[in-house]
């Protein structure tokens, strides 16, 4: 299937992993079929028309929606997001480890995002955090009772392991400051610098008084 067949859903704040509402806002809505499909399914070195196709692809507002559909629905062939398929086949290789906070930020808003192994990971750890029942996260996850449960008690068992390892830091005490004693010198202005105090010299009784005697 070489073009996407696109809906215009309502506004609800939730997108389904195979939502394409997006494409109407797309640069390269309203194209021809063929001519879409000759500008984004070149030939591998047709260069001049995955030039046209980047083109139009630089300054279209969904330029990432476009790229994470067809990473999501393992689309190989052609050009999408900007890039080409050796561009994207990075992408897709290392997709399971891909880490986006703003997915994981979505999922907690409520929007049926496509997490990746290391997202889902995440989504875990914060649910703990969080305070999440398993019944919470078995509905956000849709997994079963039991396996939102275990996955909560790996993430406490992470935690319980890295406080063990490292340590829980504590509050530091804060100190008492003292009232100075009655009569005695009065503190120093900031950045002032006091005069350091000198020992008073005694005057023995028979001493001399010099030029005064």
Known sequence: ????????????????????????????????????????????????????????????????????????????????????????????????QRLDYRRVTSFFLGRDVHLTEAERQVVIDHAYVRGWRPDRLATALQISHKHARDLLRQAANKVFDRDRTYGVPRPKKKRKKTAPAAGGPAPAAPGTQQPAARPAASTPAHASLGKAA
């Open 1 to 96: 299937m070489r073009h996407i067949t696109t809906h215009d859903a309502p506004a609800t704040g939730l997108r389904s992993i195979g939502d394409t509402s997006w494409h109407t806002q797309g640069a390269c809505h309203g194209m021809d079929v063929e001519d879409a499909d000759a500008v984004f399914f070149p030939l591998p070195r047709d260069h001049e028309a995955i030039a046209e196709a980047k083109e139009l692809c630089g300054w279209c507002p969904v330029r990432s929606d476009c790229l994470n559909f067809a990473l999501e629905n393992v689309l190989k062939e052609g050009i999408w997001g900007g890039l080409t398929e050796a561009e994207r086949r990075p992408w897709h290789d290392g997709l399971h």
